[in-house]
């Protein structure tokens, strides 16, 4: 895993970004609740960067 952030439009989701040669791609994964355990949403597509992977994902604001 190259690094996680939690997504700018969907609060209670945060993406793990993973580098397959030289592509990047991430899984969405619904955050942990009291009720529920963590769950892998879906994979994006391969992206040529990180910049391009959070240009269609962004970073919530810290």
Same mark, same amino acid.
């Given at each position: 895993? @190259?690094? /996680? ?5 969907? &609060?209670? +989701?945060?993406? *793990? ?10 899984? @969405?994964? /619904? ?5 529920? &355990?963590? +769950?892998?949403? *879906? ?20």
């Amino acid at each position: 895993m @190259i690094e /996680k952030y939690p997504l700018a439009n969907e &609060p209670d +989701k945060t993406m *793990f970004v993973f580098a397959s040669g030289s592509k990047v791609y991430g899984h @969405i994964i /619904k955050n942990r609740t009291d009720k529920a &355990p963590a +769950k892998f949403i *879906f994979e994006t597509q391969r992206y040529e960067s990180t910049h391009a992977l959070k240009a269609d994902y962004p970073e919530a604001d810290k």
